[in-house]
């Protein structure tokens, strides 16, 4: 199992110290073996063409292949022997500068990179992997978005198998891959106490505590309050029922729009907030009145069918100027959350549905169940949503 350390500038690989960001540290760096994405075939069909193309052009295969009463002149005899030669040394030339000696492979206390020569071929952040597996000799990750899949370059096999690819122990990196992405929710969970207690300090309504950061959504006015150093996406989805030749196939439908950092003056009504991989905050906003009831999402049937646990339910809830109540459910590790994908410890999922006139909210916190802390943090992010 590969250890993560961090490495002196003067060890660091040149393909990945042009990449890096201003006080990035590189864990741990490596590269596949040499002859990884070298394919035998391919360089002997390459050969052969080659081969063949001289052989055509010196005359050689004429006795072989054409009758000698309709002779090649010499200008169609040096085209198809160009043809021959220059194509096969195109791809020949692709092949060598594809090789894994041309890899680099580094993982750093922000993200993973891979780059291919001076190109930067895949930079990750652990917000956007739903889990980290291993196949033959690649350790590889499942994104939790297949948008970012097409933001990848390189061939075909590397966008089947993101990740980590010629490796002597991909099981080893897996499970240090793992290991990694759990720095994430430890740094997360040392800031929430403070978070908290900034957020709960009493303050003016203008006023914004240092290390929050306050999130409006300019349509409605409202605002919710956020950890500073945490991760802020918002998007513009569809939402509305789905219907087939006038027929209706599902209530709600919701088609993710693009989803982007978050700025000042964005249109959104979907927001999405990542302290770490298994901590974090989504809410949706939406122009219609909330219809939802608390006995219709307590006995929620598909609840039972999975054994999600009630920790906690609250049926009267109210804040800041929107009512409605929210639940707490206990979910096992390995399952798959929206917005937030598969989670490798159990989680408590504080949902809250909150509503004023023409429209609803919609949240669903997420923390582990180890990380206190971290629940806190999401309660305080909920509990800080104003209506003008």
Known sequence: MPELTERNEGELDPRIARHLQPGERVLWQGGPRPSTFVSPLAVGACLAFIVGGLAEASGVIDPYVFSSDQPWGPIPRVA?????????????????????????YAITDRRLLSARGETLVRSVEPGEIRSFEFHQDIAYWRYLSSRTLSRDQGREREK?????????????????????????????????????????APAAQDDVPDGIRRIRHDDTGMTIDVPEDWTVTVSLDWIGPLRLFGVTLLERFIRPGKERPYAEGADWNSLTV???????????????????????????????????????????????????????????????????????????????????????????????????????????????????
């Open 274 to 388: 990542r302290g770490a991989p298994d901590a974090g905050l989504s809410v949706t906003i939406l122009d219609e009145p909330l219809t939802k009831t608390f006995e219709g999402v307590r006995d929620d049937p598909w609840a039972k069918r999975f054994d999600l646990k009630l920790l906690k339910s609250t049926p009267d809830l109210e804040i800041g100027g929107l009512n409605g109540f929210s639940l707490v459910r206990q979910m096992p590790a390995g399952a798959n959350l929206a917005s937030f994908g598969k989670v490798a410890a159990p989680v408590a999922t504080r949902q809250a549905w909150l509503g004023r006139g023409n429209m609803h909210v919609e949240i669903v916190g997420m923390a582990r169940l180890d990380q206190p802390e971290i629940q806190r943090a999401v309660d305080a992010m909920i509990e800080s949503i104003r209506m003008p």
């Open 80 to 104: 198809i022997s160009l043809f021959l030669v220059a194509g096969a040394g195109v791809l020949l030339r692709s092949i060598w500068k594809g090789r894994g000696a041309n890899w680099a």
């Open 160 to 200: 089947r198998y993101p990740g980590f690819h010629g490796l002597e122990d991909p099981a080893g990196m897996v499970d240090t891959l793992v290991a990694w992405r759990e720095r994430f929710t430890t740094r997360a969970g040392a800031g929430s106490a403070a978070f908290v207690e900034r957020a709960q």
